[in-house]
Each structure stands twice: as structure tokens, then as C-alpha cells.
């Protein structure tokens, strides 16, 4: 959706924009115009994921193109069908893993080619691609890593940053092969796993030194005893049930804030905090509300500091013309680095508060000294810290059907010291429930670069009725460069529930999953391969 009002000698443009600073450069293109001439307001969104960065952009500029040409207020609304099969998805995939194990059935050196589809236009695909493969190798630690990445240019539609940024399918990938060369060298999959993990001090695949605890360990406990994992694996082996049921798990890292130090990407993004004559205090920024609850966390950090009630504090949608450019947030950098920039332009404040009269304090980011990063060679931070988790899913088969039913889910993640633990309760488990969608049921199908599904009779999403009982946890770990200790949580609990899935599944059937989503015509062709094997 977009609106675009003409007005004088300028043009001012409302949608549900993810990042509004790039709206008036955007529009000012087909319009001829400078940039100062367009005002871009932020809408209420109520959730994004990565679908309202690129796809709300292009529709702004169709409702201004309209409105310079008539003069009038014009806006454009996609139906369902225009929604679904115009706007950005999740990179499809394609991703290969070799490895290479030694005589003590330890992994020494992997090798992965990931390709992405990207579609007719570049768009997201670059970053997509440069999170997918810092990230290739998850939590784990190869002493020999070669990864290379590749975005292709298709007849598709353009994918875009959806939630995981390319990591989701990197995860599915590296848990799934962590489980083939563990069944193949005989050892349980788990400890396989636990037995690669980073820990502090050591190096990730680029090169990066780990300087704060790995509490994988801690994790996967705690999964363990809310799940009954290690109970309740392998319980199926040899049955004759025509409903079998299976258990797996999967561990995950997510790197965040990106490092923008020695790359093109680094550049000012300050925010502002103002205490009014009246004592009430207003946060200006261009970061908007994607429905991960940023006002809220940016006020209560600020609350905290000032020591006032959070009711004087406030953060309306964004306004280019009042805020000042953050360039909105993304990739789960939103609290780590931002509130932190909120929390540092509190205590400054706070130190001016006795001042008569309005105050403000600008403040930008600021990434930590110690950070070292080489863009050309790829080498060093690639990112500030890393949030890590585990997930187990457990599942019900029917072989008649092959249909798939989640009987539980259960996860634990370490994201430092949340904030507000019901803002960050509701965003593993939001997240999760997209995790299990992607794992069994959203397919999207593409063909001569047109998607077939085009409304919910077709392409199906989870109800109430396909979400399990979910328990969670989390495993407190301060962070030193986070405001009271955090780290991010938008990205991470949707990265593992997929692989988790397939690792269930196996588990059931005693069969390989490779392939998303798990659904009944894939699985019944895996059944049937089996059963042709044996």
C-alpha cells in the first residue's frame, strides 16, 4: 500500500515503509526531482520480515508518478493475489557440502557451494548473499573452510531480505549434512554436533576471535530437558506402526550487529532524544516499528536511565522531514546497536536534565574499538557478537498420508539479557511458527517467472490448528556492548525450526530429508525410494 499527496512544489508519500530514508531517493528518480522535495511518513506496519523494504519503495513510486501526473491524492492497494505474487520472498536455494573427516571421525574441512536464485533484479540479493555465507558454517568450528556463494540471475520474481537473511537455508543445509556424516561414521548426531561447537577464543570461518562465551552447551541442556530428546531418539527403529513418530534438533548462530567498519557501508546514523519544556521526552529516529516491539524496548531503555515513567516517553512512526536518518533497521541490528545509541544519549541527557528549557542530544552509533574488519579479503569481524540457540521439534508420521504433524517444539537461545522478556518470548515464538511454515507447508512455484499460488486456498500458512504446545527459554549472557547486556533475537528462532523438522522426519522414517518444504508428495517419494532400496 501507498499513498503519494502532491503539494506545491513537493510530494509527500505515506506506506508501511521498512527503511524511509530510501523512499525519497527512490521516488525522486522517476519524478526528476531532488530529494528534499519528497517527505516520506512512515505508516503503522504491524509486521515486516523483509517484505516492506524494496516492494513498498516501487509501489511508492507508481502512487507518485500517478499523483504528479493528475494532481491529485492517488493510492495503490495490492489485493491478495497482486500481494502474493508480485512482492519479495526467500531466496530459493541450492547448496552443496562436502567434508572432509580424520581418523577420529572429526570433521577437518568443508567445503560448501551455495547458490541463491535471485531473480530478474538484484535487490536484496547482495547482502542476502554476504550474510548466507559469513554464516555458512553455523556454530561450528572447521580448522579447513572454502565457501562459495553465488547469486543467479532468473526469470523469478525478486527475492528480498525475508527473516533469516539467507541463513535459514545455509542452517537446513549444514544441520542436515552434520547428521548424514554423523549416521555414516555411526555416532549420535548430537554429540557429532557438540563435539565440532565453537567455544570462546576460538576462530570463526572468517577469521573473527570468539571473545565472549559459547553456551551452546548450556543450550542444548536446557532443549534437553523440556524436550526428552535424548529419551525419546531413535524410539521408532524397526516399527511396524503405520503412524510413527521421530525427534530431532538443530543449533544455530546468528551474527549481529554487522561490522560496517573498512566498508562502503559505513556512514552517520545518529537519533535524537528531547526533553521538552514540560519534562516529557521524545526519541526521534527513522527506525520504524516492524511489530518487534523497538518503541517499546526504546523507551523502557530509556525509562530505565532517565529514571521517569515510561509513559513520558514516546517514538512516533517515522517522518523524514522531523527525524533525523538512521536508515531503519534490518538484520537485527535494531536493539544491539541502536539501543545502545539510545542508552549512551540517555546518560548525556540525564547529565543536562537540571538545563531550563528544551534539550536535545544527538546520538550515532557506535561499533566497538576492538573490531577489525578487511572487506576485500573477506578477513576479521565480520560482526559485533553472535546470538546462538538450539531447537528441537518432534513429529507425528502417517504413512498412508504422509502427512506431518508437530506434536512439540521446544528452544532455548542466548540473546544476551533481554530487554523485556515478554516482547522477547513473543518473537521466538512468532518466529518459530514461521520456521515450521517454511519447513512443511508454504510452497511457491514458479513458472515461465509467474507464481502459481496466489491466495491462502493455495499457498497454505500454519493456523492455530498445525501449532504445537511451544516451550522456551532462555540462557542469560550478558553482552558488554549492549544496552543492560542484549543482543538481538529478531533473526535467530526462525533460523533452526526447519532443520529441526527434517531431522524429525528423519528420525521417524529412517530416511534423508534434503529438500523444503517436507510435504506429503516429497516425503511419499522418499518413502517410496526407500522401500525400492530395501
Known amino acids: 500500500m501507498a499513498i503519494a499527496v502532491p503539494e506545491e512544489e513537493r510530494m509527500t508519500v505515506y506506506g508501511p515503509f521498512q527503511i524511509p530514508d530510501i523512499v525519497p531517493v527512490a521516488v525522486s528518480i522517476p519524478l526528476g526531482w531532488n530529494t528534499d522535495r519528497i517527505r516520506a511518513r512512515v505508516t503503522t506496519i504491524g509486521g515486516d520480515f523483509g517484505g516492506k523494504m524494496e516492494t513498498t519503495a516501487q509501489i511508492t513510486c507508481l502512487g507518485a508518478l500517478a499523483a504528479y501526473v493528475t494532481q491529485r491524492p492517488c493510492s495503490i492497494v495490492y489485493d491478495r493475489e497482486e500481494d502474493i505474487t508480485t512482492t519479495s520472498k526467500r531466496h530459493p536455494s541450492r547448496i552443496r557440502i562436502k567434508s572432509g573427516v580424520d581418523q577420529n571421525k572429526r570433521i577437518r574441512a568443508v567445503k560448501m557451494d551455495i547458490d541463491l536464485l535471485g531473480g530478474a533484479y538484484f535487490g536484496s540479493s547482495a547482502v542476502v548473499l554476504d550474510s548466507s555465507v559469513k554464516m555458512a558454517t553455523g556454530p561450528y ?26 541463513v535459514v537455508q545455509t542452517t537446513f543445509a549444514l544441520e542436515t ?20 561447537v565453537l567455544k570462546q577464543g576460538d576462530r570463526t570461518s572468517t577469521d573473527a576471535v570468539l571473545r565472549d562465551q559459547v553456551k551452546i552447551p548450556e543450550i542444548v541442556k536446557s532443549v534437553d530437558a523440556m524436550s526428552g530428546y535424548r529419551a525419546k531418539r531413535g524410539r521408532q527403529a524397526g516399527s511396524d506402526a503405520t503412524v510413527k513418530r521421530g525427534i530431532g534438533i538443530a543449533l544455530y548462530s546468528f551474527g549481529a550487529p554487522h561490522t560496517v567498519k573498512g566498508t562502503l557501508r559505513g556512514r552517520p546514523r545518529p537519533l ?33 536511565i532517565l529514571d521517569i515513567p515510561i509513559e513520558r516517553i514516546s517514538m512516533d512512526n517515522p517522518d523524514t522531514d522531523r527525524d533525523p536518518s538512521t536508515m531503519g533497521t534490518g538484520a537485527s541490528l535494531g536493539v544491539t546497536l541502536f539501543g545502545k545509541s539510545v542508552e549512551r544519549g540517555a546518560r ?6 537540571d538545563e531550563p528549557g528544551e534539550i536535545e542530544v544527538m546520538e550515532d552509533y557506535v561499533e566497538p574499538g576492538y573490531l577489525e574488519w578487511d572487506d576485500k579479503r573477506v578477513v576479521g569481524d565480520a560482526f559485533h557478537t553472535y546470538s546462538w540457540g538450539a531447537v528441537a521439534a518432534e513429529v507425528s508420521v502417517d504413512l498412508l498420508t504422509c502427512e506431518v504433524q508437530v506434536t512439540g517444539v521446544w528452544a532455548a537461545h542466548d540473546i544476551g539479557r533481554p530487554i523485556n522478556d515478554r516482547l522477547a518470548e513473543g518473537q521466538v515464538d512468532g518466529a518459530l511458527v514461521q520456521g515450521l511454515g517454511f519447513g512443511l507447508m508454504e510452497v511457491l512455484e514458479s513458472k515461465e517467472g509467474i507464481l502459481q499460488q496466489g491466495r491462502l486456498r493455495d499457498y497454505a500458512i500454519p493456523t492455530m490448528r498445525d501449532i504445537p504446545a511451544i516451550r522456551q527459554s532462555f540462557v542469560i549472557n550478558p553482552y558488554s556492548e549492549g544496552p543492560f547486556g542484549a543482543k538481538s533475537v529478531g533473526e535467530i528462532p526462525t533460523i533452526g525450526a526447519a532443520a529441526a523438522l527434517g531431522e524429525a522426519v528423519a528420525d521417524a522414517l529412517g530416511i534423508e530429508v534434503g529438500r523444503l518444504p517436507i510435504t506429503p508428495e516429497y516425503l511419499l517419494d522418499l518413502v517410496r525410494a526407500k522401500e525400492t532400496s530395501s
Do not use: C, Y
Not at 543467479?152 to 533469516?164: K, W
Not at 528531547?274 to 516529557?280: L, P
Not at 548525556?348 to 536534565?353: E, I, V
Open 272 to 304: 535524537i532524544l528531547r526533553r521538552t519544556g514540560s519534562g516529557d521526552v521524545v526519541i526521534l529516529t527513522t527506525i520504524t516499528e516492524l511489530g518487534q516491539g523497538m518503541v517499546t524496548v526504546f523507551r523502557e531503555i530509556a525509562s530505565r
Open 141 to 166: 568450528r572447521f580448522e579447513n573452510v572454502s565457501v562459495r556463494g553465488r547469486a543467479l540471475a532468473t526469470n523469478h520474481i525478486m527475492p528480498g531480505a525475508t527473516r533469516g537473511f539467507g
Open 348 to 353: 548525556k541527557l540525564k547529565d543536562r536534565w
Open 177 to 196: 549434512h552434520m547428521s548424514r556424516v554423523a549416521r555414516q561414521l555411526g555416532i549420535d548426531p548430537l554429540d557429532f554436533r557438540l563435539g565440532h
